[in-house]
């Protein structure tokens, strides 16, 4: 494997671990209550523009990623679709750049 590659992969795993910690920490604290979760997301301006931030590059990411599915006819990427809504960009785009960097038979 290509030191880029590798470095997508840490990064994914990294992207994989540290939100799902906070969010694992938010639901210990707080029970599984979602209605919670959106409005920490809307304390103030500076939450609500990171929350907006983050929905629009996730957004954009999903149509690249679909963009290239369709090209390259590739669909196993489309797993990065829920991967990055699930758990966030921080997960889901690193995880893309190594699925696609991989060499395609």
């Known amino acids: 494997m290509s030191p880029l590659r590798t470095l997508y992969l840490i990064l994914a795993i ?14 210990r604290d707080n029970g599984f209550h ?12 500076a939450t609500r523009g990171l929350t907006w931030d983050l929905t629009i590059a996730a957004v954009t990411l999903c ?4 963009s290239e599915t369709m090209v390259r006819r590739d669909y ?13 960009v921080s997960f889901g785009f ?12």
């Open 63 to 66: 149509v690249f990623i679909i």
């Open 76 to 88: 196993w990427m489309l797993i990065c679709i829920p991967a990055t809504f699930f758990v966030g």
């Open 34 to 45: 979602l209605g919670l979760m959106l409005d920490a997301w809307a304390v103030n301006d």
């Open 94 to 105: 690193p995880l893309y750049m190594f699925l696609r960097s991989r060499p395609i038979d």
């Open 14 to 27: 990294v992207g994989l671990i540290l939100p799902m910690w906070f969010f694992v920490s938010f639901f």
